[in-house]
């Protein structure tokens, strides 16, 4: 095996196996990367049927380098990453889930995008592929041929990212107290330190969104929470925090979408969470 500072260590959080993480971790041991690498696979559960479930998985999937680290002390796929990435041994750190699907260059196009220039590196969430028909236009692009932004403001997804080591921990790794966002709160301490984020077209993962209305907007209120919830304890680079009206800023995100009903749902779910957000910041909860 290479040296360490070559290795890449791919990080994948598993809250249970379920039926669709056995075609995330073949497209993986499909990966086209040439160099050495490992797979990290960080359980977030205590329940020792799931570790069995999971290592009989990964014997059954030929050409990965795996370790399965236990995370379930604290039930949080951010725990889980951070876990992942502490014993990781790599000094490039790429996340992936393990609902999504990751094209066979994925892992080449990220590790080339990190040359030393830039610290970390979002690569393309494509929707099609695994879309569910009558929602495609539910949601404006979730990388719209670039970092999406809040705020005006860029940021990483955990679903398909890449970062050095030790930017990653100079980071402090993912807060695990946000409700949600915990990956622009990571994004922004990185801008906050100086250094640079990049967008790579190139590190394609197929990203599956939750299906029907409810499931969306459940996920938007809470989004919409952990937005406040970062404003008002950080604020946005290069800004103080901010507990005013100011934290219900709209972020104007640009949506191509009709604006339909599943478009009103999904922007009133985040307008809900970010109220209810303020308060309870306000209030100290």
């Not at 795996?66 to 876990?83: E, G, K, P, Q």
């Not at 005006?152 to 970062?163: E, H, K, R, S, Y």
């Not at 330190?193 to 409810?214: F, S, T």
Request: charged share 20%.
């Amino acid at each position: 095996m290479s040296d360490e500072r070559s290795l890449v260590s791919v990080v994948v959080p598993v809250g249970y196996v379920d039926d669709l993480l056995p075609l995330q971790l073949r497209t993986l041991a499909a990966q086209d990367y040439e160099g050495a690498w490992e797979l990290i696979l960080s359980l977030n559960s205590a329940e020792p049927a799931e570790r069995t479930r999971l290592e009989k998985l990964l014997a059954s999937v030929d050409g990965l380098e795996w370790r399965i680290v236990d995370s379930s002390d604290l039930r949080s796929a951010s725990h889980a990453r951070n876990v992942g990435a502490a014993a990781a041994r790599g000094e490039l750190l790429l996340f992936c889930d393990g609902d999504d699907l990751a094209d066979p260059g994925w892992m080449s196009a990220l590790v080339t995008a990190l040359d030393g220039s830039v610290a970390a590196v979002g690569g393309h969430l494509e929707e099609d592929r695994l879309a569910i028909p009558g929602q495609e236009d539910w949601r404006p692009p979730a990388t719209p041929e670039a970092l999406p932004t809040f705020l005006g403001q860029p940021f990483l997804v955990t679903a398909n990212m890449g970062i050095e080591r030790a930017a990653f921990e100079k980071t402090g790794g993912f807060d695990t107290t946000l409700i949600r966002g915990e990956d622009i709160a990571l994004s922004w301490e990185l801008l906050d330190l100086g250094l640079e984020l990049a967008y790579c077209a190139e590190a394609v993962i197929h990203y599956r969104h939750r299906r029907g209305l409810i499931p969306m907007m459940k996920q938007h209120y809470l989004y919409g929470r952990g937005f406040s919830q970062i404003l008002s304890r950080r604020g946005v680079p290069g800004q103080e925090a901010s507990g005013g009206l100011a934290t219900l800023k709209p972020n104007n995100q640009a949506v191509t979408a009709p604006k339909g009903v599943p478009y009103v749902a999904r922007r009133g779910s985040i307008a809900v969470g970010r109220v209810v957000g303020l308060i309870a910041a306000r209030l100290g909860r």
